[in-house]
Protein backbone atom coordinates (compact mmCIF):
# COMPACT_ATOMS: atom_id res chain seq x y z
CA UNK A 1 0.00 0.00 0.00
CA UNK A 2 1.80 2.89 -1.26
CA UNK A 3 -0.52 5.74 -0.30
CA UNK A 4 -0.76 9.18 -2.20
CA UNK A 5 2.39 9.08 -4.57
CA UNK A 6 3.37 12.10 -6.78
CA UNK A 7 5.99 12.08 -9.62
CA UNK A 8 8.25 13.99 -10.26
CA UNK A 9 9.83 15.12 -7.13
CA UNK A 10 11.68 18.25 -8.61
CA UNK A 11 11.16 19.84 -11.87
CA UNK A 12 12.65 23.14 -13.92
CA UNK A 13 10.39 24.49 -16.31
CA UNK A 14 11.19 27.77 -18.67
CA UNK A 15 8.20 30.10 -19.42
CA UNK A 16 5.62 29.16 -21.52
CA UNK A 17 5.97 25.36 -21.28
CA UNK A 18 3.63 22.82 -20.18
CA UNK A 19 3.65 19.67 -18.40
CA UNK A 20 1.47 17.44 -16.22
CA UNK A 21 2.21 16.73 -12.19
CA UNK A 22 1.06 12.96 -11.61
CA UNK A 23 -0.37 11.39 -8.73
CA UNK A 24 -1.94 8.71 -7.59
CA UNK A 25 -3.62 6.95 -4.65
CA UNK A 26 -4.07 3.32 -4.34
CA UNK A 27 -6.87 3.54 -1.35
CA UNK A 28 -9.95 3.87 -3.20
CA UNK A 29 -10.82 6.85 -2.51
CA UNK A 30 -13.46 9.03 -4.00
CA UNK A 31 -12.30 12.18 -3.03
CA UNK A 32 -9.08 13.73 -4.42
CA UNK A 33 -7.26 17.32 -4.38
CA UNK A 34 -4.28 19.88 -5.55
CA UNK A 35 -3.14 22.18 -3.18
CA UNK A 36 0.07 24.81 -3.73
CA UNK A 37 2.14 26.06 -1.10
CA UNK A 38 4.07 29.23 -1.87
CA UNK A 39 7.17 30.11 0.39
CA UNK A 40 6.37 30.88 3.82
CA UNK A 41 2.64 30.47 3.21
CA UNK A 42 -0.10 27.58 3.89
CA UNK A 43 -1.87 25.24 1.46
CA UNK A 44 -3.90 26.57 -1.08
CA UNK A 45 -6.56 24.54 -3.09
CA UNK A 46 -6.65 24.46 -7.20
CA UNK A 47 -8.90 21.99 -8.39
CA UNK A 48 -10.46 18.76 -6.50
CA UNK A 49 -12.71 15.72 -7.33
CA UNK A 50 -15.40 14.08 -5.65
CA UNK A 51 -15.00 11.12 -8.10
CA UNK A 52 -14.17 9.63 -11.20
CA UNK A 53 -15.18 12.33 -14.13
CA UNK A 54 -16.44 14.85 -11.46
CA UNK A 55 -13.55 17.76 -10.98
CA UNK A 56 -14.31 21.73 -9.42
CA UNK A 57 -12.47 24.99 -8.79
CA UNK A 58 -10.59 25.48 -5.38
CA UNK A 59 -9.09 28.89 -4.64
CA UNK A 60 -6.10 29.15 -7.08
CA UNK A 61 -7.44 27.31 -10.58
CA UNK A 62 -6.03 29.73 -12.98
CA UNK A 63 -3.39 28.45 -15.18
CA UNK A 64 -4.35 24.68 -14.32
CA UNK A 65 -6.49 21.71 -15.86
CA UNK A 66 -7.38 18.36 -14.30
CA UNK A 67 -8.97 16.02 -15.11
CA UNK A 68 -10.27 12.18 -13.58
CA UNK A 69 -11.18 9.41 -15.67
CA UNK A 70 -10.26 7.04 -12.96
CA UNK A 71 -10.50 6.73 -9.08
CA UNK A 72 -6.64 6.12 -8.54
CA UNK A 73 -5.50 8.88 -11.07
CA UNK A 74 -5.60 12.85 -10.79
CA UNK A 75 -3.12 14.55 -13.12
CA UNK A 76 -2.56 17.90 -12.86
CA UNK A 77 -1.80 20.11 -15.81
CA UNK A 78 0.17 23.53 -16.25
CA UNK A 79 -1.15 24.24 -20.03
CA UNK A 80 1.61 27.48 -19.95
CA UNK A 81 3.92 27.65 -17.48
CA UNK A 82 4.67 31.08 -15.51
CA UNK A 83 7.06 32.05 -12.78
CA UNK A 84 4.19 33.25 -10.52
CA UNK A 85 3.54 28.96 -10.62
CA UNK A 86 6.97 28.45 -8.89
CA UNK A 87 5.70 26.51 -5.96
CA UNK A 88 5.64 23.11 -4.37
CA UNK A 89 2.55 20.97 -4.85
CA UNK A 90 0.67 18.64 -3.04
CA UNK A 91 -1.82 16.33 -4.02
CA UNK A 92 -4.15 14.31 -1.30
CA UNK A 93 -7.09 12.21 -1.12
CA UNK A 94 -9.46 11.31 1.28
CA UNK A 95 -12.38 8.80 1.99
CA UNK A 96 -16.07 9.48 1.29
CA UNK A 97 -17.96 10.01 4.46
CA UNK A 98 -17.55 13.14 7.10
CA UNK A 99 -16.38 10.96 9.67
CA UNK A 100 -13.01 10.04 7.49
CA UNK A 101 -11.47 13.48 8.34
CA UNK A 102 -7.89 12.72 7.70
CA UNK A 103 -6.30 14.24 4.50
CA UNK A 104 -3.77 11.67 2.95
CA UNK A 105 -1.25 13.99 1.27
CA UNK A 106 1.55 13.27 -0.91
CA UNK A 107 5.20 14.07 -0.68
CA UNK A 108 4.81 16.93 -2.84
CA UNK A 109 6.52 17.95 -5.92
CA UNK A 110 8.69 21.51 -6.05
CA UNK A 111 8.07 23.38 -9.23
CA UNK A 112 10.44 26.04 -10.45
CA UNK A 113 9.52 28.12 -13.55
CA UNK A 114 12.69 30.07 -14.91
CA UNK B 1 -11.92 37.73 5.72
CA UNK B 2 -9.45 35.51 6.91
CA UNK B 3 -10.81 32.22 7.66
CA UNK B 4 -8.12 30.36 9.61
CA UNK B 5 -5.99 32.88 11.54
CA UNK B 6 -2.77 32.41 12.55
CA UNK B 7 -1.09 34.97 14.40
CA UNK B 8 2.36 33.68 15.72
CA UNK B 9 4.64 33.73 12.18
CA UNK B 10 7.94 31.66 14.69
CA UNK B 11 8.08 30.97 18.33
CA UNK B 12 10.97 29.53 20.59
CA UNK B 13 10.20 26.99 23.14
CA UNK B 14 13.06 25.07 25.45
CA UNK B 15 12.98 21.58 24.81
CA UNK B 16 11.00 19.73 27.89
CA UNK B 17 8.09 22.61 28.43
CA UNK B 18 4.98 22.83 27.06
CA UNK B 19 4.25 25.37 24.42
CA UNK B 20 0.87 26.70 22.60
CA UNK B 21 0.40 27.72 19.27
CA UNK B 22 -2.44 29.91 18.23
CA UNK B 23 -5.23 29.51 15.81
CA UNK B 24 -8.39 30.92 15.21
CA UNK B 25 -11.11 30.62 12.55
CA UNK B 26 -14.26 32.09 10.82
CA UNK B 27 -17.74 30.17 9.45
CA UNK B 28 -21.21 30.45 9.72
CA UNK B 29 -21.17 26.72 9.21
CA UNK B 30 -22.25 25.28 12.27
CA UNK B 31 -20.45 22.18 11.48
CA UNK B 32 -17.04 22.38 10.57
CA UNK B 33 -13.80 20.43 11.69
CA UNK B 34 -10.33 21.92 12.47
CA UNK B 35 -7.45 20.27 11.97
CA UNK B 36 -3.58 20.98 12.64
CA UNK B 37 -0.63 19.56 10.52
CA UNK B 38 3.13 19.06 11.24
CA UNK B 39 5.44 20.04 8.32
CA UNK B 40 9.06 19.59 9.12
CA UNK B 41 11.96 20.57 6.65
CA UNK B 42 11.95 17.97 5.03
CA UNK B 43 8.48 18.90 3.32
CA UNK B 44 5.96 16.58 4.27
CA UNK B 45 2.55 17.02 5.46
CA UNK B 46 2.01 15.14 8.73
CA UNK B 47 -1.67 14.79 10.56
CA UNK B 48 -1.53 15.81 14.21
CA UNK B 49 -5.02 16.07 15.48
CA UNK B 50 -8.71 16.71 15.23
CA UNK B 51 -11.50 18.20 16.41
CA UNK B 52 -15.19 18.00 14.88
CA UNK B 53 -17.72 21.51 16.01
CA UNK B 54 -19.59 18.83 17.74
CA UNK B 55 -17.00 17.23 19.66
CA UNK B 56 -17.31 17.92 23.02
CA UNK B 57 -14.24 17.33 24.28
CA UNK B 58 -10.31 18.49 23.47
CA UNK B 59 -9.06 16.38 21.41
CA UNK B 60 -6.45 14.62 22.46
CA UNK B 61 -3.48 12.60 21.04
CA UNK B 62 -0.11 11.73 22.52
CA UNK B 63 1.75 14.97 23.29
CA UNK B 64 -0.85 16.88 21.21
CA UNK B 65 -4.30 18.69 22.46
CA UNK B 66 -6.23 21.20 21.47
CA UNK B 67 -7.46 23.60 23.17
CA UNK B 68 -10.79 24.26 21.16
CA UNK B 69 -12.88 27.37 22.64
CA UNK B 70 -16.01 27.32 20.31
CA UNK B 71 -17.60 30.74 21.52
CA UNK B 72 -13.96 32.13 20.86
CA UNK B 73 -13.71 30.45 18.10
CA UNK B 74 -10.24 29.39 18.98
CA UNK B 75 -8.26 25.98 18.25
CA UNK B 76 -4.49 26.45 19.67
CA UNK B 77 -2.42 23.46 19.78
CA UNK B 78 -1.06 22.54 23.00
CA UNK B 79 2.32 20.53 22.33
CA UNK B 80 3.61 19.87 25.83
CA UNK B 81 6.68 18.34 26.60
CA UNK B 82 8.70 20.08 23.59
CA UNK B 83 11.19 17.53 21.64
CA UNK B 84 14.22 18.83 19.46
CA UNK B 85 11.82 16.93 16.69
CA UNK B 86 9.27 19.15 17.25
CA UNK B 87 11.05 21.76 15.08
CA UNK B 88 8.86 22.51 12.08
CA UNK B 89 6.33 24.20 10.76
CA UNK B 90 2.83 23.79 12.17
CA UNK B 91 -0.45 24.46 10.46
CA UNK B 92 -3.64 25.16 11.33
CA UNK B 93 -6.48 23.84 8.74
CA UNK B 94 -10.41 23.82 8.70
CA UNK B 95 -13.05 21.69 6.69
CA UNK B 96 -16.68 23.29 6.37
CA UNK B 97 -19.85 21.04 6.32
CA UNK B 98 -20.83 22.43 3.14
CA UNK B 99 -17.94 21.07 1.46
CA UNK B 100 -17.74 18.72 -1.12
CA UNK B 101 -14.64 16.66 -1.25
CA UNK B 102 -13.78 17.67 2.28
CA UNK B 103 -11.67 20.32 0.94
CA UNK B 104 -9.53 21.91 3.40
CA UNK B 105 -8.23 26.08 4.34
CA UNK B 106 -5.52 26.40 5.36
CA UNK B 107 -3.70 29.22 8.02
CA UNK B 108 -0.29 30.65 7.15
CA UNK B 109 1.59 28.61 9.56
CA UNK B 110 3.57 28.88 12.77
CA UNK B 111 7.70 28.36 12.55
CA UNK B 112 8.49 26.17 15.79
CA UNK B 113 11.76 25.96 17.04
CA UNK B 114 12.91 24.09 20.01
CA UNK B 115 15.91 25.21 22.12
CA UNK B 116 17.97 22.25 23.56
Known amino acids: NAGVTQTPKFQVLKTGQSMTLQCAQD?????MSWYRQDPGMGLRLIHYSVGAGITDQGEVPNGYNVSRSTTEDFPLRLLSAAPSQTSVYFCASTPYAWDSYEQYFGPGTRLTVT | AQKITQTQPGMFVQEKEAVTLDCTYD???????LFWYKQPSSGEMIFLIY??????QNATEGRYSLNFQKARKSANLVISASQLGDSAMYFCAMREGNNAGNMLTFGGGTRLMVKP
Open chain 2, 51 to 56: QGSYDQ
Open chain 2, 27 to 33: TSDPSYG
Open chain 1, 27 to 31: MNHEY
